[in-house]
């Protein structure tokens, strides 16, 4: 059984940048993809990004390409989402989520968090 926690959301204004973090337990997390995914009210969940277990392979939904990154740190059992030039847009409840398996690019994640609220203000 793997817990992930997500933290580091919060209010902040257009314009301005906040970094999640998300701790995965496990004994092979570099073997963990990891995806963060959102959900505004009313809307579908979206996967924002993901990486791969070494951090060699990434991807970002278009709405986030150039203002998001994702990124790992192995030794910590630890994915990161800086997010920069936040837009109202963005509001929404961020999960992370883990897939142990180590699955490629469109496969399930089995572990979730319980979400961190991202709020954008105009």
């Known amino acids: 059984q793997v817990q992930v926690v997500e933290s580091g959301g919060g209010l902040v204004q257009g314009g301005g940048s906040l970094r999640l973090s998300c701790v995965a337990t496990?004994?092979?997390?570099?073997?963990?993809?990891m995806g963060w995914f959102r959900q505004a009210p009313g809307q579908a969940r979206i996967l924002v990004a993901e990486?791969?277990?070494?951090?060699?392979?990434?991807d970002y939904d278009d709405s986030v390409k150039g203002r998001f990154t994702i990124s790992r740190d192995n030794a910590k059992n630890t994915v990161y989402l800086q997010m920069n030039t936040l837009r109202p847009e963005d509001t929404a409840i961020y999960y992370c989520?883990?897939?142990?398996?180590?699955?490629?690019?469109?496969?399930?994640?089995?572990?979730w968090g319980q979400g961190t609220q991202v709020t954008v203000s105009s």
């Open positions: 496990g004994r092979a997390f570099v073997i963990y993809r």
């Open positions: 990486i791969n277990g070494s951090g060699t392979f990434t």
């Open positions: 989520a883990a897939d142990p398996m180590g699955r490629g690019r469109g496969g399930q994640y089995d572990y």
